[in-house]
Nanobody, 132 residues
Protein backbone atom coordinates (compact mmCIF):
# COMPACT_ATOMS: atom_id res chain seq x y z
CA UNK A 1 0.00 0.00 0.00
CA UNK A 2 0.87 3.66 -0.15
CA UNK A 3 2.77 5.06 2.79
CA UNK A 4 3.89 8.65 2.98
CA UNK A 5 6.63 9.36 5.49
CA UNK A 6 7.28 12.93 6.61
CA UNK A 7 10.34 14.17 8.44
CA UNK A 8 12.03 17.43 9.30
CA UNK A 9 9.65 18.97 11.80
CA UNK A 10 11.31 20.80 14.67
CA UNK A 11 11.11 23.74 17.03
CA UNK A 12 12.60 26.94 15.63
CA UNK A 13 12.63 30.62 16.43
CA UNK A 14 10.68 33.11 14.37
CA UNK A 15 12.66 34.13 11.32
CA UNK A 16 14.32 30.76 11.05
CA UNK A 17 14.08 28.06 8.40
CA UNK A 18 13.14 24.41 8.18
CA UNK A 19 12.95 21.88 5.39
CA UNK A 20 10.33 19.17 5.52
CA UNK A 21 10.69 15.98 3.54
CA UNK A 22 8.14 13.39 2.49
CA UNK A 23 9.12 10.00 1.13
CA UNK A 24 6.45 9.40 -1.50
CA UNK A 25 8.17 6.50 -3.26
CA UNK A 26 5.24 4.15 -2.62
CA UNK A 27 2.85 6.48 -4.47
CA UNK A 28 3.42 5.13 -7.93
CA UNK A 29 1.21 7.38 -10.03
CA UNK A 30 3.02 8.83 -13.06
CA UNK A 31 0.70 11.83 -13.09
CA UNK A 32 -0.25 13.04 -9.66
CA UNK A 33 -0.46 15.66 -6.99
CA UNK A 34 1.57 15.87 -3.84
CA UNK A 35 0.81 18.43 -1.22
CA UNK A 36 1.59 19.80 2.20
CA UNK A 37 -1.23 20.57 4.60
CA UNK A 38 -1.09 22.16 8.03
CA UNK A 39 -3.32 21.62 11.03
CA UNK A 40 -3.50 23.51 14.29
CA UNK A 41 -5.65 22.62 17.32
CA UNK A 42 -9.33 23.39 16.79
CA UNK A 43 -8.90 24.12 13.10
CA UNK A 44 -9.41 22.14 9.94
CA UNK A 45 -6.44 20.92 7.96
CA UNK A 46 -5.59 23.55 5.37
CA UNK A 47 -3.51 23.38 2.24
CA UNK A 48 -0.08 25.00 2.36
CA UNK A 49 1.32 24.07 -1.05
CA UNK A 50 0.82 21.54 -3.82
CA UNK A 51 2.97 20.11 -6.59
CA UNK A 52 1.47 18.70 -9.80
CA UNK A 53 3.85 16.38 -11.60
CA UNK A 54 5.16 15.77 -14.16
CA UNK A 55 4.37 19.34 -15.32
CA UNK A 56 5.87 20.73 -12.09
CA UNK A 57 3.02 23.17 -11.49
CA UNK A 58 2.97 24.54 -7.95
CA UNK A 59 0.37 26.24 -5.81
CA UNK A 60 0.87 28.16 -2.56
CA UNK A 61 -1.52 29.42 0.03
CA UNK A 62 -1.37 33.21 0.17
CA UNK A 63 0.02 33.11 3.71
CA UNK A 64 3.21 31.34 2.60
CA UNK A 65 3.87 32.86 -0.83
CA UNK A 66 7.41 34.15 -1.11
CA UNK A 67 8.53 32.27 2.01
CA UNK A 68 7.89 28.58 1.29
CA UNK A 69 9.00 26.53 -1.68
CA UNK A 70 7.59 23.13 -2.60
CA UNK A 71 9.67 20.83 -4.77
CA UNK A 72 9.95 17.21 -5.79
CA UNK A 73 13.00 15.10 -6.44
CA UNK A 74 11.96 12.90 -9.36
CA UNK A 75 14.70 10.34 -8.85
CA UNK A 76 14.19 9.89 -5.12
CA UNK A 77 10.42 10.47 -5.32
CA UNK A 78 10.66 12.77 -2.36
CA UNK A 79 8.60 15.88 -1.78
CA UNK A 80 10.14 18.83 0.01
CA UNK A 81 8.87 21.99 1.65
CA UNK A 82 11.51 24.64 2.24
CA UNK A 83 10.17 27.05 4.83
CA UNK A 84 11.95 30.37 5.33
CA UNK A 85 11.16 33.44 7.44
CA UNK A 86 9.02 31.33 9.71
CA UNK A 87 6.33 32.98 11.80
CA UNK A 88 4.37 31.85 14.82
CA UNK A 89 1.30 31.28 12.63
CA UNK A 90 3.26 28.67 10.70
CA UNK A 91 3.23 26.37 13.73
CA UNK A 92 1.23 23.19 13.44
CA UNK A 93 1.35 19.60 12.34
CA UNK A 94 2.36 19.36 8.70
CA UNK A 95 0.99 16.50 6.65
CA UNK A 96 2.12 15.19 3.31
CA UNK A 97 -0.69 14.10 1.00
CA UNK A 98 -1.03 12.42 -2.40
CA UNK A 99 -3.84 12.16 -4.89
CA UNK A 100 -4.92 12.67 -8.50
CA UNK A 101 -5.11 16.04 -10.26
CA UNK A 102 -8.46 17.31 -11.41
CA UNK A 103 -9.83 19.49 -14.21
CA UNK A 104 -10.59 22.96 -12.95
CA UNK A 105 -13.43 24.28 -15.11
CA UNK A 106 -12.98 27.82 -13.91
CA UNK A 107 -9.31 27.91 -14.79
CA UNK A 108 -9.70 25.68 -17.85
CA UNK A 109 -6.84 23.37 -17.01
CA UNK A 110 -5.76 20.38 -14.97
CA UNK A 111 -4.34 21.24 -11.57
CA UNK A 112 -4.03 19.94 -8.04
CA UNK A 113 -7.02 20.24 -5.76
CA UNK A 114 -6.82 22.24 -2.55
CA UNK A 115 -9.36 20.41 -0.43
CA UNK A 116 -8.11 17.71 1.88
CA UNK A 117 -11.03 15.51 0.85
CA UNK A 118 -9.59 15.32 -2.68
CA UNK A 119 -6.36 13.69 -1.52
CA UNK A 120 -6.33 9.93 -1.08
CA UNK A 121 -3.23 9.25 0.95
CA UNK A 122 -1.75 10.91 4.01
CA UNK A 123 1.36 10.75 6.11
CA UNK A 124 1.40 10.67 9.89
CA UNK A 125 2.39 14.33 10.23
CA UNK A 126 5.40 16.17 11.55
CA UNK A 127 5.28 18.93 14.17
CA UNK A 128 6.58 22.41 13.44
CA UNK A 129 6.75 24.84 16.32
CA UNK A 130 7.80 28.44 15.75
CA UNK A 131 8.47 30.52 18.83
CA UNK A 132 8.92 34.26 19.03
Amino acid sequence: GVKLLESGGDSVQAGGSLRLSCDASTYSSSNGCLGWFRQTPGKEREVVATFYYPPGITYYHDSVKGRFTISRDDREETLYLQMNSLKGDDSGVYYCAAGPPHYDRQMGRVRCPEAQSDFDYWGQGTQVTVSS
